[in-house]
């Protein structure tokens, strides 16, 4: 099966020659504009999201180019375009995750799957999506993808996006690190750099805005403040629920970092624990005198409620909680305490009691620079819908109940 990956991966062949895309290929692209850093990344992510194509560089040197797009968005003339501009076929590039679930073992981060028929856009959402129920194509052939290459840092950029971790990647051959830029902006495409893809979760944690606190009265917790802060890359605020009067320099504070679930939270979901955990840490926070709960806007272990979804659609058929998210191909748990810890800082906490069954929360925030003092256990009783997903948390993922 013909190997149009990067030459410096290993692939061999002569490159494309590269010409100027007709007028149909760039249809519909938005005008180019010049954004670096993590403004970047989240202009990426946007246009990911939208179904558009995004241009990523690469490697040490930053000497690699690659036009990408999310294969859940995938379409005849959305492949045809990057054929178009790129100078060479799309491939499918997937999560190590989902390559195994499909039989491909790698250490790799990440495999590239060369498509017989590159506009074949079922065979794309089938690869990309167990949910579809369809038979996957025999006679595969999948190639690692090294940590430095466009490919890899795709995939990572798509689950940013909250898409289906897999992208549609075309490299683009004979262009230098200098003329990237100038090649982008006469295509209309966005330029994004591998390394702040990578460091990005971590710089948008820092760049959280306090932006408006209120006196809230909650059934369970009258003296009750809420503080939004407002994440620079237009995603969902995140919520600091100030319960009494905490305060940071007489000792640990109580606290609880709650992710956000819609269907536990809001709905009353049997499916997890959720709800019961929210709303049992406020009863207890303040039962105990006064603390916080940091309400992260990380839907679904962050992998975001369309696959959280579709990961329940999984669980139907069989798979537990670890499973569903890993067969998507996704880890199974994505969910970072950047943004917690951050928060912490700008309320004046440094030193905590934290709510938790789990001690990989307790190792994640301590990582993050802040002082766990005290694991406070967090334990409902399980009905007969969240069986299955309790047991699961103790034996897969260490969960202390």
């Not at 830029?181 to 295509?187: D, I, K, P, S, V």
């Not at 069989?318 to 191909?329: E, H």
């Not at 950047?338 to 700008?346: G, I, S, T, V």
Request: net charge negative; with cysteine; hydrophobic share 45%.
């Amino acid at each position: 099966m013909p190997n149009d990956r990067d030459p410096a991966a290993g692939a061999a062949g002569p490159a494309p020659v590269l010409t100027q895309p007709s007028p149909e290929a760039t249809a519909g692209a938005r005008p180019f504009v010049r954004a670096t850093g993590q403004l970047a990344v989240d202009r990426a992510i946007a246009e990911l999201r939208r179904g558009g194509l995004v241009a990523i560089r690469a490697g040490r040197d930053l000497d690699r180019l690659a036009v990408a797009a999310g294969s859940e968005m995938a379409t005849r003339e959305l492949m045809g375009q990057m054929s178009a501009i790129a100078g060479s076929e799309p491939r499918l590039v997937l999560t190590r995750n989902r390559a195994a679930v499909l039989g491909s073992g790698t250490d790799a981060p990440a495999v590239s799957i060369a498509l017989a028929n590159s506009l074949d856009v079922e065979a794309v959402l089938d690869l990309s999506d167990p949910t579809r129920s369809a038979a996957i194509p025999a006679g595969l052939t999948a190639l690692p993808e090294r940590a430095d290459t466009p490919a890899t840092a795709a995939v990572k950029l798509v689950k940013l996006a909250r898409l289906l971790p897999s992208a549609l990647v075309a490299s683009v051959h004979g262009i230098s690190a200098s003329t990237m830029t100038a090649w982008a902006r006469e295509r209309a495409l966005l330029v994004v750099d591998a390394g702040e893809i990578e460091r990005f979760a971590e710089t948008s944690a820092h760049r959280l805005i306090r932006a408006a606190s209120a006196r809230v009265p909650l059934a369970d917790a009258e003296l009750c403040e809420l503080t939004a802060f407002r994440p620079m890359d237009g995603g969902t605020e995140h919520v600091a629920i100030r319960i009494g009067d905490p305060d940071g320099d007489a000792g640990p504070v109580l606290i609880r970092i709650h992710s956000a679930c819609l269907t536990g939270d809001l709905l009353g979901s049997l499916r997890c624990d959720c709800g019961e955990q929210l709303r049992g840490a406020i009863r207890e926070i303040e039962e105990a005198g006064g603390g916080v709960l940091l309400y992260l806007a990380q839907e679904g272990r962050d992998i975001g409620l369309i696959n959280k979804l579709r990961a329940y659609t999984l669980q139907d058929l069989g798979a537990d909680t670890v499973d569903a998210n890993t067969t998507l191909g996704f880890d199974d748990d994505e969910r970072v305490y950047f943004p917690a810890a951050e928060m912490l800082r700008q309320l004046g906490i440094g030193r905590v009691r934290l709510m938790t069954n789990n001690p990989s929360k307790v190792e994640q925030l301590a990582a993050c620079g802040v002082e766990v003092v005290e694991r406070v256990p967090h334990i409902f009783a399980s009905n007969s819908h969240n069986e299955r997903y309790l047991a699961t948390k103790a034996t897969r993922s260490g969960h202390l109940f």
